[in-house]
């Protein structure tokens, strides 16, 4: 179990910073073989579909993104805290959604793209002048 909770949302203008953060507990940042080891942010605004936007794995810290956020967002963690964050810079009304965390555990692969098991409540991000 990974439980997940999300903070930062917020109304920003635009081009326009927001950091978002994860704070993850449980079977995460234990060094454990069954520790869920892949972390992602997604998004999804009304009338669209979920969007997996970047990826971390727990362990190497590698990270993936999305080609609609690439150079202006980052994905990074903060291991002892337990904590994942979203810095989004150069934010314009098209990023403005529910933004959500999630858990995935995988030996292989960790990408927006894959199916995750545990999700945080969202934290609300609006982006307008």
């Known amino acids: 179990q990974v439980q997940l909770a999300e903070s930062g949302g917020g109304s920003v203008q635009p081009g326009g910073s927001l950091r978002l953060a994860c704070s993850a507990s449980?079977?995460?940042?234990?060094?454990?073989?069954?520790?869920?080891?892949?972390i992602g942010w997604f998004r999804q605004s009304p009338g669209k579909g979920r969007e997996g936007i970047a990826t971390?794995?727990?362990?190497?810290?590698?990270?993936t993104y999305v080609d609609s956020v690439k150079g202006r967002f980052s994905i990074s963690q903060d291991i002892a805290s337990k904590t994942i964050y979203l810095q989004m810079n150069s934010l314009h009304p098209d990023d403005s959604a529910m933004y959500y965390c999630a858990a995935r555990r995988s030996a292989s692969a960790c990408s927006p793209s894959k199916a995750f098991t545990f999700w945080g409540p969202g934290t609300q991000v609006s982006v307008s002048s």
């Open positions: 449980g079977s995460i940042y234990r060094s454990n073989l069954n520790d869920y080891n892949c």
């Open positions: 971390i794995w727990t362990g190497s810290g590698g990270t």
